[in-house]
């Protein structure tokens, strides 16, 4: 059987928001076949099902996200201030796209999960919410055998980076080990990684990355 782990991360305030729904909603309506591991944010979420659901707190279990958080913390471009706002008049307010500590709590839960012996890794944003029950039927047909990533895209003519409120990864392709590796690369070393690109949130490397590829 093709062994599934679902990962996502949140912190106090979205565990209050949505995150614990995402935890009861997940317990009660995916099957027990799929695991879940949830890095938790300087928060502590009630466990629905321990032997479906992993938490694990990140500020212990993700070294290397306190690391980069540490060194990246007090940078302005780092937390949402646009670089070049003359080059960017239209959006620069926008600080998501420039906020890579913000972001970096996802990619470092993603590059923690990776290391298990799982066959697939899916990220599932926290806000989710499970509505109907979900069998393992169901979920592996989002995850085809063949390929060595799947996501949510956005269309034609949209946005120019994919939607990762969604993706799995096969860890049996070698393409989709070097992928992540290469993601990894763009956050240990982000002076010559996200830092060389023109937007620094998590589906913009991700996208970038992806046209490597």
Known sequence: MTKITV???FHNEGLL???QRFLDSFAKNVDKEIKLVAYAEDCDPV???PNQIDILQAGIALPKLNAFKQRW???P???GICPWPERRPR????KFKWDAVRFANKVYAVFDAFQNNSD???WMDADTYVHSPWSYEQFLHLLPEHVWLTFVGRGKG???WPECGFYGMNKNDKTCRKFLEEFERYYEDADNGIFTLEEWHDSYVFGKILEQF
């Open 47 to 49: 466990n629905p099902d």
């Open 77 to 79: 471009k780092a937390n």
């Open 7 to 9: 990962v996502t991360t």
């Open 158 to 160: 949209s946005q120019t």
């Open 17 to 19: 928001k949505y995150g």
């Open 91 to 94: 959006d620069n307010h926008k």
């Open 120 to 122: 697939w890794i899916v």
């Open 73 to 75: 913390g007090d940078v």
